[in-house]
Structures are given as C-alpha cells and as structure tokens.
C-alpha cells in the first residue's frame, strides 16, 4: 500500500511498512498443530571444510555418520520473516564465523512457511502464525544434539527479527524438555509487529535461556518496543533509527527501505564484534536522551556484542559514533 504526496512538485512515494499489520496480538495459537516437516538445516564445520543440509527433522542423521565434537562452540542462527538461506543475512552470518576457531554454526531456513504467499501482510500473519510451530522442531533439534553428548553450555542461539522470537518458543521448550537451559539467546530487533502488544509469554524474554540479550535497532517499527531480557541495548535514536539508514520523509508512516535498514543493522553491528571485541561500549541508563547528554557517563558500563560477558543486566544505551561502521 502507498499514497503520494509532493516535494518541490515532484510526486514522493511512501509506503506503510510491509507489516505495520496488525500490530495488536497476532495469531498466536498453539493449537492448529501446524504441519513444519519442510523446515531446513544448514550445518558448517569451516574448519574442516564439511557442510551438510536436511530437513530439521531429519537432521540427526548427519550426526549419525559425523564425528560432532561436543567441545565445540556452538552458533545457531535462525533468520526472519522473507529470510532464505542463500539471502544477504545468511551469507553475512557465514562469513561472519568461516574463520572462527572451535565452532560450528548452523543455520535454519523456514522460508517454505514464512516467505511472502498471498500478499505482504497476509504472508507475515502466516509467519507469525507458524513461529510456534517451527520453534517446537528447533527445540526439538537441539534436544537430539543434547542427548548425543552436546551441552546445553555450549549452545549459543542466535536470531534476527521473527527467528528471535521463534527462539524465545524454543528456548522455554528446551527447558521443558532436558531441564537444562540453552547458554544464550541472542535477539538481533525481535520482530514488534503482533508480538510487542502480545503477551509476555508470546515475546522472547528473560528465562528462555541462561542469559538472554535483546539489540533494538528499529524499536516501534519491524522491531519489538519491549524490554524482557535480563539486558536489552538500544543502539543510537531510542533504538529506532541507525545513522547510516537515513530518514522517511513521513516519520509517522515511515518508509519500507528506511525500516528495512534500520531493522537489519542489528545483524550488522552484531556480526562486526566478532572481529572487533572491543565494540561497542554501553551503558546503563534510562533514556537515550540523558544518555546523549553524558548524564549516565559514571553509571555502569558494559561491551554489547559477541563478546558481552553476559555480566550485566538491565537496560543499555550505544552510540555507534567513532567505530568506524559504514554500511557495507
């Protein structure tokens, strides 16, 4: 959907965001027993050069005829809404973690559910429908790596947008199942559209793992307003908007592309740290305003990205200034 409006005569499109529908609680029930048997898993051990795919449900099998060293790190990546395996994001998280020692990554890819099918806000309520679902075969999954030796200590969970909150599902269901947590959840800008106004057992929170963490990049847009992890860091503007994505001409309805940017940025500042540990520095505070103005400069500060010592807890304010980020 899009109107017109006119700048200096010149006719500017806007566009509503792909899914500012509906924002209220979305389809969340847990009793259609939804058909996911086709959800991929992409698995990659770099350092000896192996990569192997199957449906999830399946994948045990790859273990069964693969020395799985359980010593290892694991990075378990579930992308979002429109994601695919050969798309940007997922290129990104593999070249991000080629070079990494002692670790494995996997990747899922749920596109066959959760790819645009009837129209923009139609295709993402069904996503939003299905994220219960395939959580129970990613709980599922890990749960198989668990009882062929893998700690849950060494499992570090990773997702971006609707694959966060697909995570915050899993995570509880792992619980359930082993009574172990998962190490860590990462959220990169959980998906807001239909679950920030949901309720909390809905959203990706504190409890679903040992130490979950929560990066706002596009707060009130594509991404969650909510704070529910045991830290959540809002990178620059309140956690809504990143300097190098620019600005819609209508802030009110915003722009699809600005949105886009600012919700994927997340991934991006999250993928730098691990070449760059060091990045960024956060700090404790209240709002992003007196954050801006250095009042929170003596409060408690703490390195937001791969390497947070998961030390900290509660709500943190980043600047991206004077890191050397440009968009790629």
Known sequence: MHIKYFMKGKPIRIEFLEAVAPMADGDHDKTLNLDVSEVQLHFYDFANNYNASSAISQAKDIF????LDVTKKLIFFVPGYKSHISRKTENLMRDTFKDVPNS????VDHSVYTSARGGKIESYARSVRYAYYIAQVVADFLVVLYTKGYPASGMHCVGHSLGAQILGYAGNAFFGRTNKKIWRI??????GPCFSNSFIEEQLRSGAAGYV?????NAGGLGTTSALADIDFFFNDEGANQPHCG???IPVLGSSQVAKCNHKACVKYWTRTVEHPQWYLAWRCDSY????????AANEVTIAGYSNPGNSTGVFYVSTDGYGFTEP
């Open 64 to 67: 069964d005829n693969y020395h």
């Open 104 to 107: 494995y990554l996997m990747i």
């Open 247 to 249: 600005s819609a001409y």
């Open 186 to 191: 990462t959220g990169l800008d959980p998906a």
């Open 213 to 217: 963490e929560v990066y706002h990049c």
């Open 289 to 296: 305003r007196n954050f801006r103005k250095g009042r929170c």
